[in-house]
């Protein structure tokens, strides 16, 4: 008989099924929905300030334009982040990384995804030094498409929890060989990569699978029975009837 696990529930952009992705809205409805963790995207101004956004452009997700690299924090802030998902959201700020860290504080894990346009360096110092003074490291898997994103990370912090980014395209003997070398906790995988045997080779490794983006009930009672550990999922209620496969 195999032992029943928690499945966990990661929220992906927060609640973004719901709200308009990466702002404090998202995040609490993530959190009202009973999600463990959240993950959210985050590149840095032209002044230097970590923000959160998922697109190197500003024109999807605010009312702004041109590249989010080239603005300041301070016009950043000036934006309207919610209006494009629906006109109740209006007003919905760019929130820099430590707004979000005080807003899931005491909530849920974070799952901190480093993007942007800038070559690895200052983000990635940055990112460590505002999670570690803000207290929030344990709680905290960094994770990032670029691997040398995430061996800066290690270089900076041999307790730094990392979940190694694959996309589609990446093959598992990659992502696993990447992870080993990073000492990483777990495999973010895209779901196309995601089979019970491929999740199995994970879990004699010592990694969890925590896959994205599953939107679709049936997909996640699948994934589930392969034995994944973890999903993200654009709506966090989704998850709460499901628990996690065999364990390994
Ligand atoms: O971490 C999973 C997922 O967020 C990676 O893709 O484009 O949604 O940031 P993306
Ligand atoms: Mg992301």
New binding site residues.
């Given amino acids: 008989m195999s032992a029943r696990r928690r499945l966990l529930r990661?929220a992906?952009?927060g609640a973004s099924g719901h709200c308009p992705e990466n702002t404090r809205v998202a995040f609490l409805r993530a959190i009202e929905s009973g999600a463990d963790m959240v993950?959210l995207?985050c590149q840095r101004t032209r002044d230097g300030a970590l923000v959160i956004l998922?697109d190197e452009t500003l024109e999807r997700t605010t009312n702004g334009r041109g590249r989010v690299r080239d603005r300041t924090l301070k016009e950043l802030k000036a934006l309207d982040a919610g209006s494009w998902f629906a006109s109740r959201f209006a007003g919905e700020e760019v929130l820099t990384l430590e707004q979000a860290i005080e807003i899931l504080r005491g909530h849920v894990e974070l799952?901190l995804?480093i993007?942007g346009e800038d070559a690895p360096g200052r983000i990635e110092i940055q990112c460590v030094g505002v999670v570690r003074s803000l207290r929030f490291f344990e709680r905290t898997v960094f994770?990032s498409?670029s691997a040398a994103r995430m061996r800066l990370v290690r270089d900076l912090a041999d307790d730094a929890r990392i979940?190694v980014?694959m996309?589609a395209d990446t093959r598992w003997s990659d992502g696993l060989a990447l992870a080993a070398q990073l000492g990483a906790e777990a495999l973010?995988p895209?779901r196309s990569l995601v089979r019970a045997e491929t999740v199995a080779e994970a879990h004699r490794r010592g990694l969890q699978v925590r896959v994205?983006?599953v939107n679709r009930a049936e997909e996640v009672e699948s994934l589930a029975a392969a034995g994944v550990d973890g999903i993200?999922t654009d709506f966090p209620e989704r998850l709460l009837r499901v628990s996690a496969g065999k364990h390994p």
Avoid: V
């Fill in positions: 990661i992906h952009r993950e995207d998922h799952n995804e993007k994770s498409f979940g980014l996309d973010h895209e994205w983006t993200f």
